[in-house]
C-alpha cells in the first residue's frame, strides 16, 4: 500500500531528527511551533501545513521538494555539517534499497566516505584529526527565519485560531507567554559564543530563607523623595511644577545587563573583577549628595548587604564622581560573565514591540509586554518556568532595571532638572524642561510623561 504524503513527511522528519540528534523541542522552536504542537503533526492528530513545510526545509538546508521526495531522498540531501560527526550514529530504517546517504566527513582532506556507518571506522593513521578538534553536537537547533518572526508567527497563528477575536488571542497569547518566551531565548542562544548553565547549584545565599519568603539578595529598588524640597514645600517657602515621566519596558531595557555564565564561586576580597557577575557582600560607603537618590534605593539600615552586579558597579562609578565613599567588598559570589546572553532576544522583543506600536496592535504589545516581564519573574525559582533556575539572572535584571532608573535621575541632574522623585521600577519625577533632556515616546529610549502636579500647592 503506497504511504501518503502526509505519511512520508512524518517519516522524513523522524528520519532526519534521527541523523541530527534533534530532539521535539529543538525542531518546534526551530519552526515557530511549541514540542505539543509538532508531538500532534507527528502522531496525525494533526496536519502539517505548507509553512511547515518550507520552515522544516529551511531548517534541515534543502528545498522544500527534496524534503517531501521520501526520506532515503531528503536524507541525502542534508547537508553535512548537520550530521553529528562525534560518536556513533545508529542508521534508521527509511525505505526499500535505495543509496544510503553520505556518512559524515572526516577532518583530513583524504578521508573516504563509507557506505554506511554502524561503527566508528579506524583512523587511517595516527596524523588523523585528534578527538578534541571535532565538532560539538549542536545543543539547540538554528531557528528557520529571523528571530523576530517567531513572535510575529505566534501571534497570527493565535488570531487565527480566535477567529479574529483579539480579545481571545490576547488571552490566549498572555497565558503561554513563558513557554513561548524559552522558545525565543533557546532559539536565540544558536551559534552563541557561550553556552550558559540553566540549572548550575544554588548558592546558599541565593536560596530562600522560607518557603514563602526572601533570600538575602538587596536589589536596589528605589522609594526616594528629596526630603529637603518636600519639607520646604510643607512650610510654603516654594511651589514648583513637577512631572512624574515613565521609563517605558524598563525590565526589556534591563535584559542588556552583564549575567554569570555558570556556576557562581565564592570568593573573599575587596577586588573587583568587570569580567565576572554575581552577588557581593559589600559595606556599601557613606552616600554624601542628598539632591540625588543613591543606587542602594530605599534601604536604611547601616551595615554590610548583599547586593548585585549592576548596584555594585553603579556605587563604584558614583564614588568616581565623588558622590560617595568607594564600597568596600568583603566577599563575592561569581561567574564568568557576558552582557550580551539576552541580547539577541532583547533585540527580537524589540523590534516586535516597535512594530506594534507603530500599527496600535495591543495585541502584540501585551504579548510581547508579558513575555519579557514574565521571563524575569519567573527564571528564580517558579514553578511557571521549569526550563530554568537562575535566582541570580532574575535579582541581576531587577537591579539593572532600577540603575537604569538611576542613571535617568543623574542624567537630568546633570542637565539642570530638579529630581524631586524616584520609586518603583520606571517613576521618575522632576521639575523643568524634561524634554530638552529625554525624548518623548513610548520607544524604549524614550519615556512619557504621567501626571502634572505642583508641588508646594496642592500636592
Known sequence: MTMSTEETLRLTVAALMQLTRERQPDVAAA???????????????????????????????MPTLDLLAGPTHAAGCLPA????????????????????????????????????ETA???????????????????????????????????????????????????????????P??????????????YEHSEFPPTADILQKRRQKGADSIWEGRPKWRSADLHRAARAGHIAMDVTALDMNAAYL?????????????????????????????VDPGEWTTPDLPSPLGSRQEPG???????????????????????PKIMESWTSGASEGLLEKMRRALVTVRDEAIANNDEVTTEYVKSMYSKFVSTIGESAANREIRRPDWMHIIRSQAFVNLWLKAHKAHEAGLTVVQMSGTDELHVSGDWRKVFPEGRGLSQVKAKSIYTLGGNE
Request: aromatic share 2%; hydrophobic share 40%; charged share 20%.
Open 31 to 61: 519552526i515557530g511551533l511549541t514540542q505539543p504542537q509538532l508531538s500532534r503533526r507527528q502522531s496525525g492528530k494533526s496536519s502539517w501545513t505548507l509553512t511547515d513545510c518550507d520552515r522544516l526545509a529551511a531548517h534541515w538546508g
Open 180 to 193: 513561548d518566551v524559552m522558545a525565543l531565548f533557546a532559539a536565540s542562544r544558536v551559534g552563541g559564543r
Open 304 to 326: 554590610p548587604l548583599w547586593i548585585t552586579e549592576p548596584t555594585l558597579r553603579a556605587l563604584i562609578r558614583c564614588a568616581k564622581m565623588d558622590l560617595c565613599t568607594p
Open 120 to 178: 566508528p571506522a579506524p583512523a587511517p593513521a595516527p596524523a588523523a584529526a585528534a578527538p578534541s578538534s571535532a565538532p560539538r553536537t549542536p545543543r539547540r537547533a538554528a531557528p528557520a527565519g529571523p528571530l523576530p518572526d517567531l513572535i510575529r508567527d505566534r501571534v497570527a497563528a493565535a488570531l487565527t485560531e480566535a477567529g479574529g477575536d483579539t480579545d481571545a488571542a490576547q488571552a490566549a497569547l498572555i497565558k503561554r507567554a513563558v
Open 253 to 281: 531595557a534591563a535584559l542588556k545587563t552583564w549575567l554569570p555564565i555558570g556556576k557562581l564561586m565564592h570568593s573573599e576580597g575587596d577586588r573587583h573583577d568587570p569580567k565576572r557577575s554575581g552577588v557581593h557582600l
Open 81 to 116: 555539517a548537520r550530521r553529528p560527526t562525534v560518536g556513533t550514529q545508529t542508521a534508521m530504517p527509511l525505505a526499500p534499497p535505495a543509496p544510503a546517504p553520505p556518512a559524515p566527513r572526516r577532518a583530513t582532506p583524504t578521508a573516504t566516505p563509507a557506505p554506511a
